[in-house]
């Protein structure tokens, strides 16, 4: 579904992004890992079309974002990591706006916007503005704007910022059922228990150029010799030297028990 090829992105002489290959399947939740400023988001923003590569290649469903840039985004729901709502519009209002911009007819609008609302708990809300919603609340109408036109692939940045328990369960249903139907979640977190429990697989990302990816139980295997989690895989490659001591006195005192 996402075939990322030598991708870069230069801001002056800083390299955000530097080199990355990605090979991502449909039917599958990608989890996306890494550091603050690894270049997680700007890769996300590349794949989603709204940063123009340095140099590479991104092709969605086999359609090159650089040549049919609005036919890749067709296919695409994205969520950033701090999601821009308009404040003034109802929730309604606000899903109609959205599905203006994909094309979709005024009817369909409709019963899609019915449906989703009510799916993520904000049936009664639909016709209040959107200033006065929780964050959660935002974080919900925000998916259900992304999930409108039925995308292929959701590509979602932090999507459990802020979230309450029973959001946070939520979303995570909403991943797994959206790839058990064939399409495609890209998804960056910083939650590595979440990352582990719902990702089919993974990439870690640091200073702009992928560390490792695979299957969680790969990493394991091949970073923590099968006896740690994806936490401890994460620190290995990307922690400090006195983070990586303290994780090699743990496992030792592992072995010991």
Known sequence: MIRVEGLQKRFGRFFAVNGIDLH????????????????????MKMIAGLLKPTAGSVFIDGIDTATDPVAAKRLIGYIPDRPYLY???????????VGGIYGMEDDAIAQRSEELLAFFGLGNFGGELIEGFSHGMKQRLSLAAALLHRP????????????????????????????????????????????????????????GRLATQGTVDELKDLHTQGGGNLED?????????????????????????
């Open 87 to 97: 404040e003034r519009l109802t929730g309604v209002e606000f899903l109609g706006f």
């Open 152 to 207: 292929e692939l959701l590509v979602i940045d932090e999507p459990m910022v802020g979230l309450d328990p029973a959001g946070a369960k939520l979303i995570k249903k909403v991943f797994r059922q959206y790839a058990d139907e064939g399409r495609t979640v890209f998804v960056s977190t910083h939650t590595l228990e979440v990352a582990e429990a719902i990702c089919d697989r993974v990439a870690i990302i640091n200073e």
């Open 24 to 43: 991502v399947r449909k039917g599958e939740v990608f989890g996306f890992l890494g550091p603050n400023g690894a270049g997680k988001t700007t890769t």
């Open 233 to 257: 895989v994460f620190l290995e490659l990307i922690g400090s030297p006195d983070q990586q001591e303290i994780i090699q006195v743990l496992r030792e005192d592992r072995t010991r028990a």
